[in-house]
Nanobody
Framework: QVQLVESGGGLVQAGGSLRLSCVAS????????MGWFRQLPGKEREFVAA????????VYADSVKGRFTISRDDAKNAVYLQMHSLKPEDTAVYYC???????????????????WGQGTQVTVSS
């Protein structure tokens, strides 16, 4: 089990950028695939991006391809989501998630992840 703490959310105008960070506790971080999901009130959690635990395979939702980049730094137990060209429809609470030895075919399924952060609010104004 890992504990996850997100940061970096905030209010930004459409077209702007934000960088989300997620720091994990524990010594086995490198064995976890890491994902970012987002959620609006009353809506199901939506996959955004994920990065693998071995060779760093990345997967993105179609809605964010070319605008968002996920990366990880295992030495710092951290995963990042760099967001550019933000749109009002990107507004949501963003969650970091960890899935031990998760394979890429399961990256977009939130039920496959073991641990979650508390979330950070991203608001994009038009």
């Amino acid at each position: 089990q890992v504990q996850l703490v997100e940061s970096g959310g905030g209010l930004v105008q459409a077209g702007g950028s934000l960088r989300l960070s997620c720091v994990a506790s524990g010594r086995t971080f490198s064995s976890y695939a890491m994902g970012w999901f987002r959620q609006l009130p009353g809506k199901e959690r939506e996959f955004v991006a994920a990065i693998g635990w071995s060779i760093g395979i990345t997967v993105y939702a179609d809605s964010v391809k070319g605008r968002f980049t996920i990366s990880r730094d295992d030495a710092k137990n951290a995963v990042y989501l760099q967001m550019h060209s933000l749109k009002p429809e990107d507004t949501a609470v963003y969650y970091c998630a960890a899935g031990r030895y998760l394979v890429p075919g399961w990256f977009s399924d939130y039920r496959r992840y073991d641990d979650w952060g508390q979330g950070t609010q991203v608001t994009v104004s038009s």
